[in-house]
């Protein structure tokens, strides 16, 4: 069998009845861990946060016991040899980790020089130095850009730095700790292509931590590891995990194309080889797919509501030579949902850095209310407009969670006894109330960014702008905040998403302004834009799997497919909620 297998098989990391307990919590965070893991697999580890899954990892490439204090009981190998021990500069000489917020790995001021920081380190000569580094930034294909500062990369090229800084030291072991969190699509998929690569021209063994399943599985993986509670509860190949309805039961959002098989009634087997959608035994599922797609009523067409913000033709430049919006115009109605979705450097955060008085556009106009916003100041704008910033960690400015996320009624001079209500309020939807006296430091970069849209959210703005608002979240949190953001929209508040999650959008939006190269290059429904390759290629966006699903499927109208599956998700997702 597949387990008896790995069983036979060498392990270069090893876990016997491992759990470890950190100092500063009060249960354990690994209970009994047994978990093989040999050379050149190719392993994702998905699972709720707090499931024990970075902690994993910390324990793996030593930042457990050498940075996070804990008491441990059974043993972890490593290439045979205990890892206790093992130095954590022996450690990174055979695994290298790859963070998830890249910004926090950068020690260079220019690529070039972060990525040879290890060789720096180890006094390598100057020309076999550069030697390294020129090979490996041609690797991951960022040896254009060595001379740029880490600021001027977008956040698709930063991961591909912090691959190649793990890469000079010619690792064993990889670990990728939330790779895509913060990448659009395309890149994301170059991403796992790329790590893919390296697995396939390397033999190196590859861990990778992640919530989206999906994107993930675009290439093939060997096992898939599910925790909860901080226990191992499944270790299997992905078609037999995505055939078991585990993801479901423990939270995991699986991928879409598996969610219609299921609400059309079809029982998913590992012979149908569901872990992509390319490899799916289409004959099992065709005329199952087709009787229940027919059966879906036609959604009902909304009323547009009067605009609430209007671009008309706005253009901004850094420097005051290079465009980086051009003449952009839409308008944004009020109590609707929109995303704006486009690579990494579209220019969608200075979009709402215009909106929210950040920055002032070079020409045009931005017209709130009715009222025009020029000469308007960032203060007086605050106060109807709430901005989520995509990096929590420039937001935060408080030590204490409930600090934080009452910092903005303190300064408003609201009565503490309503800050203390608001906050608790707030913090009860985001998943935070049990750590509200927590300090901040202590959270994870999801739980960071969940701290960030309730201290927004506390304000009670009539138009919230949000930055990736569930990049690093798992399924669960990510649907109580956007089910709450929904709620809110539904009693008025208008809401605008910069996102790279296809998901969301597919979901939660109505509308898709979709940008490219500082341009607007569409403005539609969200089952339009990604049913539409002239669309999805210029702005690095995906189609959508439902739509591949459909013509796959010989259905005759793929996008009328896509849509009908939106609305019926909607529909079954309200039931829940309610």
Known sequence: TFNEIIFMSEPVIEFKNYSFHYRAQEKPTLYNIDLRITKGEK?????????????????????????YKGESTGELLIHGEKAE?????????????????????????????????????????????????????????INHHLENAPQEISGG????????????????????????????????????????????????????????????????????IVMNDGRIVADEPPDQILSTGLLRQYGIREP??????????????????????????????????????????????????????????VSFSYDGLHEVLHHIRFDIHKGEMSAIVGKNGAGKSTLCKLICGFEKPCSGDIIMNGKNLNGVSIRDRANTVGYVMQNPNQ??????????????????????????????????????????????????????????????????????????????QDFRHYTEIMEF???????GLTILLITHDMHLMLEYTRRAIVIADGRLICDDSPARVLSDLNI???????????????????????????????????RVRKTWHQ
């Open 395 to 472: 937001m935060i400015s408080k030590v204490l969670i409930r600090e934080e996320v009452g910092l903005g009624l303190k300064l408003r001079d609201v009565d503490p006894q309503e800050i203390e209500e608001r906050v608790n309020a707030v913090l009860q939807i985001c998943g935070l109330y049990h750590f509200r006296n927590w300090p901040i430091s202590a959270l994870s970069y999801g739980q960071k960014k969940r701290v960030t849209i309730a201290s927004i959210l506390v304000l009670e703005p009539q138009i919230i702008l949000l930055d990736e608002p569930t990049a690093g």
């Open 485 to 491: 953001l929904q709620t809110l929209q539904e009693r």
């Open 256 to 313: 879409l194309y598996i969610t219609s098989l299921s609400y059309a009634g079809i029982q998913i087997t590992p012979e149908m080889h569901p872990s992509h959608i390319n490899t799916l035994k289409m004959d099992a599922v065709r005329q199952p797919l087709l009787r229940w797609y027919q059966q879906i009523p036609p959604s009902e067409a909304e009323s547009q509501a009067e605009s609430i913000l209007s671009l008309q033709n």
């Open 536 to 570: 999805i290629r210029p702005a690095d966006l995906k189609e959508t799997s439902l739509f591949t699903l459909a013509e796959k499927a010989c259905l005759d109208d793929p996008l009328n497919f896509v849509q009908c599956f939106i609305d019926y998700d909607r």
């Open 85 to 141: 021990n093992l130095k954590i500069f022996d450690r990174s000489k055979i695994i290298g980790t790859v963070l998830q917020d890249s910004d926090g790995q950068f020690v260079g001021q220019s690529v070039g020089e972060d990525i040879a920081f290890a060789l720096e380190n180890e006094c390598t000569p100057q020309p076999e130095m550069k030697d390294i580094v020129d090979r490996v930034s041609k690797i991951v294909n």
């Open 43 to 67: 392993i994702l580890i998905a699972g709720p946060s707090g499931s024990g899954k970075s902690t994993i990892v910390h324990c793996i490439n030593g930042l457990i016991p050498h940075y």
């Open 157 to 224: 090229q930063k991961q591909r730095v912090s691959l190649a800084g793990v890469l000079v030291d010619d690792v064993d072991i990889l670990l990728f700790d939330e790779p895509l969190a913060n990448l659009d699509p395309a890149t994301g998929r170059y991403t796992m292509e790329l790590i893919d690569r390296l697995s396939k021209e390397t033999g190196k063994t590859i861990i990778i931590v992640e919530h989206r399943l999906e994107d993930v599985l675009w290439c093939p993986i060997d096992r898939v």
